[in-house]
T-cell receptor, first 111, second 115 residues
């Protein structure tokens, strides 16, 4: 059973701070890693993907991947109240194209 | 603009009835997926398809079926609805150029209640 683990939270950070979200996965064959944001009552929205070890930056978001340790993280700089949502980590199954999702981390950014 | 739409948005049905949830995408994506989302379980894969006439079972496929007769549609059928199938259902589509997944686009979801 392929597993993707996230701390469920809730994680609270003050406005302007850095929010750090973490995810570990069990399948060493995984090649593609994704972060989705889901607002309450809405569908998941893709915000970042990363394929290679290291960091990938997009605006206020940075995804970090360490395949040797089997973890992927998401940093949100200058957090805003509008970033308050559940963040889902998703990992592919190596050669297969299905994604396995973690159960999500609920983030609250306090004004 | 391309989109992926699900219908209905909300559905209440009785135990034992057959229910079909619709998913239609205009992205021309080959890959389509059905997930259910429940508190404490996250998103779990029900069925998926990589092209016309291709369907595969996911992690929680018991009691569900799908068919893919064209690129645009992947309807999900609950053969005999059970209370355990009360959930929010999401359809998603994607492309995977050179075999690498580039991320799903999700529909807006269907909230199904079985009473």
């Amino acid at each position: 059973q392929k597993e993707v683990e996230q701390n469920s939270g809730p994680l609270s950070v003050p406005e302007g701070a850095i929010a750090s979200l973490n995810c570990t996965y069990s399948d060493r064959g995984s090649q593609s890693f994704f972060w989705y944001r889901q607002y309450s009552g809405k569908s998941p929205e893709l915000i970042m993907f990363i394929y290679s070890n290291g960091d990938k930056e997009d605006g206020r978001f940075t995804a970090q991947l360490n395949k040797a340790s089997q973890y992927v993280s998401l940093l949100i700089r200058d957090s805003q109240p509008s970033d308050s949502a559940t963040y889902l980590c998703a990992v592919d199954s190596g050669s297969a194209r299905q994604l396995t999702f973690g159960s999500g981390t609920q983030l609250t950014v306090l004004p | 603009d391309a989109e992926i739409t699900q219908s209905p948005r909300h559905k209440i049905t009785e135990t034992g009835r057959q229910v079909t949830l619709a998913c239609h995408q205009t992205w021309n994506h080959n890959n389509m997926f059905w997930y259910r989302q429940d508190l404490g379980h996250g998103l779990r894969l029900i069925h998926y398809s990589y092209g016309v006439h291709d369907t595969n079972k996911g992690e929680v496929s018991d009691g569900y079926s799908v068919s893919r007769s064209n690129t645009e549609d992947l309807p999900l059928t609950l053969e005999s609805a059970a209370s355990s199938q009360t959930s929010v259902y999401f359809c998603a589509s994607s492309e995977s150029p050179e075999g690498r997944e580039v991320g799903y686009t999700f529909g807006s979801g269907t909230r199904l209640t079985v009473v």
